[in-house]
């Protein structure tokens, strides 16, 4: 939004009001980072009562009785977001289908399944600081965040899971541990690819 108001003359000396007749509604075709699309333009015109007394004690409570005259125009634009489905989506989601292979690997191999899984949470994690760059910097947590944040449950949870089942091979509770993995595959592998299609909807629409 861009906001046009006189910095000193009130709605009774100035009164901003909108162009119809002679205003442009060309597209902007082209908008520096070329990673935007131009979508619409809004233009409002209007009055304001400033929050202040101006120094003059006749004005009760903070307030001014004073009101000024406000232009507005509002360009919407949206970000392309095809690029960063390929040079950032793309590879997490490699590297999330690679962690979830785990389930492949014996369970006795167990030495095998954790470099599997760690060798994945390290990618994803050198891969989300190298990507720090491309992403805006905002006071708030983006979208990209929070699949990187996904991508670390998740192998977390594998870890763990990988963990958990040694120990219970290893103190002769075999059939358990065989429930458990098998159980637990059939949980993360449905999770992980509705949430792979739930990203990919949501960031394109």
Known sequence: PMTL????KDANA???VVDEKNLSHHRLET????????????DYAGTYAAQSTFGDPN???GVSKVEFSIYETN?????????YLITMFLPLWIMIVIS???????REQFDSRMTLVTTALLTIIVFHLSQEDALPAVGYLVKADL???AAYVLTFCLIMESIAINRLQKN???????????????????????SLIYFVVTTIL
């Open 5 to 8: 108001s006189h910095k000193s």
């Open 14 to 16: 100035v009164m901003l």
């Open 31 to 42: 908008i520096y980072p070329e990673e935007w699309i131009y979508q619409k333009r809004e």
């Open 59 to 61: 004005y009760t409570k």
């Open 75 to 83: 360009i919407s634009i949206k970000r392309i977001l095809h690029p």
């Open 100 to 106: 979830v292979l785990v389930f492949l690997i014996p």
């Open 147 to 149: 699949y990187f944040m």
């Open 172 to 194: 002769g509770h075999e059939l358990l541990a065989k429930k458990i993995d098998r159980h637990f595959a059939r949980v993360i592998l449905p999770c992980t690819v509705l």
